[in-house]
């Protein structure tokens, strides 16, 4: 079954400190994998995707995604947190041959000073 | 550039009344999506429409939900006889032929249905 599991509903982190959200996929079919993030009373926005070149995905604001097959994961981060970044990401998967992508249950990023 | 629009942006409806959602996507884009996100849940996929191809229906969790697209583009969805639990915000989404994993979301339609 096609499936993506964020670990954590909520994550706390302080302005300045590492931020690490997690997902990981079911393996049954080769993926593409993308970060979506969603402000508040904002729409969904593509934050970065995997789609088979380079492991390591950079995207925009400074975060960035390794993609780990022996893991089935593709963990989000940033080397250090700010307070705009607060808000809601999404892992998102898309398995070849299929129109749908599959979105996690979210995971929320609380900043505080 | 115009983004996606959705209207309305907050709709309240008594059980068993029939709602109607609207969504306009970005101009030029082929593609176009309908999710639903309840509260604690993730995006739940309901429809995709891709040019004049048959739409992709299989997210639809009962017969009380459609949705149509008039010219390949305005798209509305409709909900038959709401529920209490058809509660949730309605997404709808956009992209460009073959680029489905760069969608563009609209802000959605809060639903409530008392």
């Known amino acids: 079954a096609q499936s993506v599991t964020q670990l954590d509903s909520h994550v706390s982190v302080s302005e300045g400190t590492p931020v690490l959200l997690r997902c990981n996929y079911s393996?049954?079919?080769?993926?593409?994998l993308f970060w979506y993030v969603q402000h508040p009373n904002k729409g969904l926005q593509l934050l970065l995707k995997?789609?088979?070149?380079?492991?390591l995905v950079k995207g925009i604001n400074g975060f960035e995604a390794e993609f780990k097959k022996s893991e089935t994961s593709f963990h989000l981060t940033k080397p250090s947190a700010h307070m705009s970044d607060a808000a809601e990401y999404f892992c998102v998967v898309r398995y070849t041959g299929f129109q749908k992508l599959v979105f996690g249950t979210g995971t929320r990023l609380l900043v505080s000073p | 550039g115009a983004g996606v629009s959705q209207s309305p942006s907050n709709k309240v409806t008594e059980k068993g009344k029939d709602v109607e959602l609207r969504c306009d996507p970005i101009?030029?884009?082929?593609?176009l999506y309908w999710y639903r996100q309840s509260l604690g849940q993730g995006l739940e996929f309901l429809i995709y429409f891709q040019g004049n191809s048959a739409p992709d229906k299989s997210g639809l969790p009962s017969d009380r939900f459609s949705a149509e697209r008039t010219g390949g583009s305005v798209s509305t969805l409709t909900i038959q006889r709401t529920q209490q639990e058809d509660s949730a915000v309605y997404l709808c989404?956009?992209?460009?032929?073959?680029?489905?994993?760069?969608?563009?979301f609209g802000p959605g339609t809060r639903l409530t249905v008392t």
């Open positions: 989404a956009s992209s460009l032929e073959g680029q489905l994993y760069e969608q563009y």
């Open positions: 101009s030029g884009h082929t593609a």
């Open positions: 393996s049954s079919y080769s993926p593409s």
């Open positions: 995997y789609t088979s070149a380079a492991t």
